[in-house]
């Protein structure tokens, strides 16, 4: 297109020519709409692209011209009027609209990224309401299996409870020992150097049996059991999704809220409350060691003082608390492990989002037992 020969009219071309003063003008010609660009527009663009945007530009002998000739020169002047420039008259009327502001593609984008802003938190929200929805029918599923058994006590799944309450309870004593010890001892270690800078050391045993009572030990062992039993109750239940095992039991007529979701709710409905009772016990036995060793207190006095500092009622919310935590973390990991679709990115996802549900769950639960029993068990 580059050429000394005479353009043609019905095709888009320019060329370089040496004005008398020796300057380079760029001579556009031809016609620049849409229809005559679109075949050549690449070329056009690798030509267009080495030319300053600051040279000569000639462009009265353009014979036809609309919005999309004039965008494509207006980019590649760096979307600005270049300084030396020769048009028709009729033609003004791009460039000036292109002058005065946006471009309506560039007004359609700015729209759609709003649109997009919006769409991100309301895909959340839809989706928060689509999870929240399919917990719900869940429950409601598992409550009429629970009261079927409940009428016929021999379709209870007593073994798959039995297995999961060994496997929810009996194995996580080590780590939820392990945690909670260091836990109380950090705890009485900080609360300690605190303490005696007022000479208030013997209220180590309030402040610590407490915190562990009420506070620390339920919502510590509900995160280690999410971690440990919630992830693990998804995982069965997605590889028992994926292998297709689920679709067998319901061919058969098995339903599966009754042998696979019920055991695990009731199962962890029983073990976490024991589990919190253990971590309660372990925490304060670290926070006594800590205690003893900085605040110069006696084991026996930190046991004898330990039930009148604590109200019996911070054990029973302790014990509340584990029970629909339990509940709760089982529920949704059963509700995650059912989604789980047939391809291992699926069973990675479902299981990483049941834990995060788990937690966050528990973390709310807690906030609303604390407004609403705000008065229960304070000395």
Known sequence: MTSSAAPNPLFPSLRVERNPDGQSVVKVSGAWNLRSIQPVARTLRQQLTGHAPGAQWDLSAVSRLDHAGAMMLWHAWGKQRTGHLQLRSEHEIFFAHLEAGPTLADKYGKRVERRRSLWVPGRAVVTLGE????????????SLAFMEAVRHPSRMPWREISANVYRTGAQALGITALVGFLIGVVLSYLSAQQ?????????????????????????????????????????????MRVTEEIDAMSVMGIPYTLRLVLP????????????????????????????????????TYFITELPDAVPVANLWLGLGKGMAFGTLIALLACH??????????????????????????????????????SSVGVP
């Open 131 to 142: 999870h929240i929805m399919q917990v719900l029918i869940l429950l409601g599923k598992v």
């Open 195 to 239: 303490l005696k800078a007022y000479g208030a050391g013997i209220f180590i045993v309030n402040l610590l049996g407490i915190s562990v009572v009420r506070e620390l030990g339920p919502v510590l062992a509900a995160i280690l059991v999410a971690g440990r039993s919630g992830s693990a109750m998804t995982a069965q239940l997605g590889v």
């Open 264 to 299: 695990r709710i009731i199962a962890l409905a029983i073990s976490l409350p024991l589990i919190v009772l253990w971590t309660n016990a372990i925490a304060l036995v670290g926070g006594m060691v800590a205690a003893r060793y900085e605040l110069d207190i006696s084991l």
């Open 336 to 373: 995650f492990g059912l989604r789980i679709e047939p391809n291992t990115e699926s069973l990675g996802v479902g299981t990483t989002n049941s834990v995060v549900a788990a937690i966050t769950i528990v973390i709310i639960v807690d906030a609303v037992f604390a407004i609403l029993f």
